[in-house]
Each structure stands twice: as structure tokens, then as C-alpha cells.
């Protein structure tokens, strides 16, 4: 009799601690989700300012793009002018448009002057051929271009971040489920056996969870 009272009071307290530790589980669980839910909503706000920013550097891409194409049409038409008074020796041609060339093309085409191209085979065919040939606003196009892969790149990796948070909070939610039916079992064993695996699933997930980046 007296060794079942002992073992009565045994399994009272520790059905106790099982209540407790349950009741500490299912708190800090709550409490991680929710936690972990915050977390998911910002980096899919940073995700969204990310793709934001990518669009905005796209459309400044197209926006240089488009200059330098209309730029260098300018130059090719003006270029083929030239070239027929450079080969023709029309001095008073050829000077009015060395004097209104663009900056950038005058440097090239004073480049490709240098090769001797009507008397030197191996000479480029035009400046649109050298290296000096630079446009500033193809430059930015490629800058901007740049610039939204980088974005896109954050964007992919917001992301990848809110899924992680999101996956947290499922395997949280477990923690709660296990907590939660925990009481609906009368033998201690399983009840134990419940809050030893939803012990191990929390603190290895915020263990996890200490790895990733906070906002």
C-alpha cells in the first residue's frame, strides 16, 4: 500500500512537470510563430522593394538604351557624309562636320583618321570598329542593367529568407500540436515521450532560427 502511494505521488509529479514543461513549450512556441511570422512579412516586403528597385533600374536601362541608339544613328549618318568628303578631299565638308561631331565620335573618328584608312588595307572600316568608339549612355544602359541583376538577385534572396521563416513557423506549429494533444492521453509514457520529441523539435528549430538574418 505504501509503495503504491509512493508511486502514485510519483506520477503526480511528474505529470506536473509534464504540464509545465507542456505549458512552457506551447508559450515559447506561440511566441517563436509568431515571431517567425513578423519576420516572413518583412523579408517579403524587402522582396518587394528589391523587385521595385529592379524595375526602376530596367526602365532606366531601356531609357539610356534607347538615347544611345538614337545617338549613334546621328553618328552613322553623319559618319557616311564625312567618309565621302574625307575620300573626295571636300576640305569645307569634312571641316563642318569634324567641328559638329559628338565629343565621344570626334575621338574616334580622328582615331580611324590616324589608321589611314584610304591607303591601309588593315584599317578598320569605320570608328564604330575601335575601341576609342564610347557611348556614355550605352555605359548606363549596361550600368542599369547591372544594377537589376543585383536587385533581382536581393530579391531572390528576401525571398528564399521568407520561406525559411515561413517553414519555421510550420515546424512551430507542431510544437504546438504536440503540446496541445498532450493532454488528451492518460498514459505518462506517451505524455513524456510528447514533450521530449517537441522539446527536441524547438530547440533544434531556434537553434536554426539563430542563424538567419533578422530585419
Known amino acids: 500500500m505504501k509503495v503504491t502511494k509512493q508511486m502514485n505521488k510519483h506520477h503526480?509529479?511528474?505529470?506536473?512537470?509534464i504540464e509545465i514543461v507542456s505549458a512552457v513549450l506551447i508559450s515559447l512556441a506561440t511566441i517563436t510563430s509568431a515571431w517567425c511570422v513578423y519576420q516572413s512579412s518583412r523579408w517579403a516586403g524587402e522582396e518587394r522593394s528589391s523587385s521595385n528597385r529592379a524595375t526602376a533600374a530596367r526602365t532606366e536601362s531601356v531609357r539610356f538604351s534607347n538615347q544611345?541608339?538614337?545617338?549613334?544613328?546621328?553618328?552613322?549618318?553623319m559618319f557616311t557624309e564625312f567618309a565621302a568628303a574625307y575620300s573626295n578631299e571636300d576640305e569645307f565638308l569634312y571641316d563642318f562636320l569634324m567641328e559638329r561631331f559628338r565629343p565621344e565620335m570626334k575621338v574616334a573618328v580622328d582615331a580611324w583618321i590616324?589608321?589611314?584608312?584610304?591607303?591601309?588595307?588593315?584599317?578598320?572600316?569605320?570608328?564604330?570598329?575601335?575601341?576609342?568608339?564610347?557611348?556614355?549612355?550605352?555605359?548606363?544602359?549596361?550600368?542599369?542593367?547591372?544594377?537589376?541583376?543585383?536587385?533581382?538577385?536581393?530579391?531572390?534572396?528576401?525571398?528564399?529568407?521568407g520561406d525559411n521563416?515561413?517553414?519555421?513557423?510550420?515546424?512551430?506549429?507542431?510544437?504546438?500540436?504536440?503540446?496541445?494533444?498532450?493532454?488528451?492521453?492518460?498514459?505518462?509514457?506517451?505524455?513524456?515521450?510528447?514533450?521530449?520529441?517537441?522539446?527536441?523539435?524547438?530547440?533544434?528549430?531556434?537553434?536554426?532560427?539563430?542563424t538567419f538574418p533578422i530585419l
Open 114 to 161: 590616324e589608321t589611314q584608312p584610304l591607303i591601309n588595307h588593315d584599317a578598320p572600316t569605320s570608328p564604330f570598329e575601335m575601341a576609342e568608339y564610347k557611348s556614355e549612355a550605352q555605359e548606363e544602359s549596361d550600368r542599369f542593367l547591372e544594377e537589376v541583376e543585383a536587385h533581382l538577385d536581393e530579391a531572390r534572396l528576401d525571398n528564399e529568407r
Open 12 to 17: 503526480e509529479k511528474l505529470l506536473k512537470w
Open 68 to 77: 544611345a541608339l538614337q545617338l549613334k544613328t546621328i553618328d552613322v549618318a
Open 165 to 210: 521563416y515561413t517553414l519555421l513557423t510550420v515546424i512551430f506549429a507542431s510544437v504546438l500540436f504536440f503540446g496541445g494533444i498532450n493532454s488528451k492521453f492518460t498514459s505518462i509514457k506517451i505524455r513524456l515521450g510528447l514533450v521530449i520529441i517537441a522539446s527536441l523539435i524547438i530547440f533544434i528549430t531556434v537553434f536554426w532560427a539563430l
